[in-house]
């Protein structure tokens, strides 16, 4: 039977990889990622969880030796934050350029000098490129469910791509919520046991991908490809998720409050649950605002975006990231945003807010003065101003 335990968000991401049977674990233990390790390797000591734990010197070796495991034919699990997804950089091409569906929890992390050892999305957001699907959580129980479905979704043979599902250290990782843990013969019976089509190391079945035959030109449209199928698979399988253990993440992208909206403002992780109360504050005092919470960033929601842009004025998007010397010095969502928007025939504003950087809070009274600027924008047609350093700025009453 499922049970209700008050947990961490790196407990709550154990229970999803003991829940998903992972086989291999490699990790080097960093701040805010440390606890979820350790609990880890303490469920695997007492026999909660029958998996090889590899101990390795540096993040580097965690994702090559996860990356073997997964060509191996196990299903193969590590995670890191900040510092350490950046040594393990040259590891991260291996998994999507290889089609094998490792999972890497990111536990965001600001990356140093002028870091800290809480998050912005940065890390994460700094392997956008390298092929890896990538899911952001907003709390524990959503950090749970993900685990489980990105093993799904990774292992499909119509994706065969590594997932990250990211969430932020200390907001997520060490705050404790109630978290319900399914029951593990419901999530056997939603995820299948592990077994790669494409590729293998079996000395009675070796197989190798044909691609590693081919150019690095058709190589990387093969990964740019399975990118794109992946969006359906998201799509699928959460709903899937949503019926049989009651909890549905709408896919790529949660729509809150936007039927009517005139006005969105665009989320990522953990400030969405705050955004939401500014949300329901600015309706009950007749405000046609809404809330976009971008769960996945790789693949980037098109199509969805577009509808959205199709039925709205004004977009704000809330970076918790920085691109230095980017174009109108934008942050990365933003970016991918008004890439999404380009083809349509009539674009709304698009505006961009910092906050939330090297772990600073993001909080009430900040997102009230984004969501009446959006407002504001959609209202006037002229933004006050198209990128705006939020926690920089004289807040307005």
């Known amino acids: 039977m499922p049970m209700t335990k008050v947990m961490e968000g790196n407990e709550a991401a154990a229970y999803g990889v003991k829940l998903s049977r992972v086989e291999v674990i490699a990790a080097y233990p960093i701040t805010p990622q440390t606890e979820l390790i350790s609990t880890l390797a303490s469920m695997i000591a007492r026999g909660e969880l029958k998996a090889e734990y590899i101990k390795v010197e540096g993040e580097h070796t965690a994702l090559a030796a996860t990356a073997a495991a997964s060509a191996a034919g196990a299903r193969a699990f590590t995670a890191s934050a900040a510092q350490g997804i950046v040594y393990m950089e040259e590891s991260i091409w291996m998994p999507p350029g290889m089609r094998l569906p490792v999972v890497m929890c990111i536990v965001n992390r600001a990356i140093a000098p002028l870091g800290g050892l809480r998050p912005d999305h940065n890390d ?13 959580c907003e709390n524990g129980q959503e950090v749970l469910d993900t685990i489980i479905q990105a093993y799904r ?9 590594p997932v990250a599902p990211c969430y932020e250290g200390y907001v997520v990782s060490a705050t404790a919520t109630p978290v319900e843990i399914p029951d593990q013969e419901e999530v056997d019976d939603f995820l299948p046991p592990y ?3 494409m590729y293998s190391l079996y000395p009675e079945n070796p197989r190798s991908p044909p691609r590693l035959m081919r150019s690095i030109a058709e190589a990387r449209y093969e990964v740019q490809q399975a990118m794109e199928r992946a969006k359906k698979v998201i799509e699928e399988v959460d709903r899937e998720y949503g019926e049989r253990f009651g909890r549905y993440y709408d896919g790529m992208v ?3 409050r936007c039927e009517d909206a005139e006005a969105v403002m665009v989320t990522m992780g953990s400030i969405t649950g705050t955004a939401r109360d500014v949300v329901d504050e600015l309706r009950a005092e007749g405000k046609k605002i809404g809330l976009v919470k971008l769960r996945v960033f790789r693949p980037f929601p098109t199509e969805e975006i577009q509808e959205i842009g199709k039925r709205v ?14 174009v109108a010095g934008c942050g990365i969502g933003c970016i991918e945003t008004a890439r999404a928007l380009y083809p349509l025939d009539e674009h709304p504003l698009l505006l961009n807010y910092f906050v939330g950087l090297g772990g600073s809070d993001v909080t009430i009274p ?3 003065h984004i969501a009446k600027r959006i407002l504001k924008a959609a209202e006037t047609g002229k933004p006050v101003k198209d990128v705006e350093w939020v926690e920089l700025e004289k807040l307005e009453e």
């Open 153 to 161: 979704i990774g292992e499909d043979k119509r994706v065969y791509l």
């Open 313 to 326: 004025r004004a977009i704000g998007f809330v970076d918790r990231n920085t691109s230095y010397g980017a």
């Open 195 to 197: 077994k790669h089509e």
């Open 366 to 368: 900040q997102l009230r």
């Open 254 to 256: 949660e729509q809150y």
């Open 124 to 136: 994460s957001l700094l392997q956008r490129d390298t092929g890896w699907i990538q899911i952001y």
